[in-house]
């Protein structure tokens, strides 16, 4: 986890799947309410999501947006686009081809 111009961004490692999701959902939650609203997730080094991971993102995405905060997705493999794309996902979530684009798009 860092800083960059405001935004705190995430990267997490290894597969996005059951046995990880739960931790994961607790700490974006974390950072969602106390970052001022600008998350982040690198998914560079995620080469596989599953349906918990998806799960996970869609409600990291709906609380920011209640909280008028701001959530984003970069770098995503194409394996794990196909997942996002396959399970129309990747209407509702911004995802960002680098993570320099998805921090100067949630930086403003």
Same mark, same amino acid.
């Given at each position: 986890?860092?800083?960059? @111009? #405001? =935004?705190t961004v995430i990267r997490p490692e290894?597969? !996005?799947?059951?046995?990880? @999701? $739960?931790?994961?959902?607790?700490?974006?939650?974390?950072? &969602?309410?106390?970052? #001022? #609203?600008? &998350? $982040?997730?690198?998914?560079? #080094?995620?080469?596989? /999501?599953? @349906?918990?991971? /998806?799960? *996970?993102? =869609?409600?990291?995405? +709906?609380?920011?947006?209640?909280?008028?905060?701001?959530?984003?997705?970069?770098e995503p493999s194409d394996a794990v686009?196909? =997942?996002?794309? $396959?399970? +129309?996902?990747?209407?509702?979530?911004? !995802?960002?081809?680098? *993570?320099?684009?998805? *921090?100067?798009?949630?930086?403003?």
């Amino acid at each position: 986890m860092r800083e960059d @111009s #405001g =935004v705190t961004v995430i990267r997490p490692e290894g597969p !996005i799947d059951v046995s990880k @999701s $739960l931790d994961l959902r607790a700490l974006l939650g974390e950072q &969602v309410a106390s970052s #001022g #609203g600008k &998350v $982040l997730v690198d998914m560079g #080094g995620v080469p596989l /999501i599953d @349906s918990s991971g /998806i799960g *996970v993102m =869609v409600a990291a995405h +709906r609380r920011a947006e209640e909280a008028g905060a701001g959530f984003a997705l970069a770098e995503p493999s194409d394996a794990v686009a196909k =997942v996002f794309n $396959l399970t +129309r996902t990747d209407r509702l979530l911004s !995802i960002y081809p680098s *993570v320099a684009e998805g *921090v100067a798009a949630l930086a403003g």
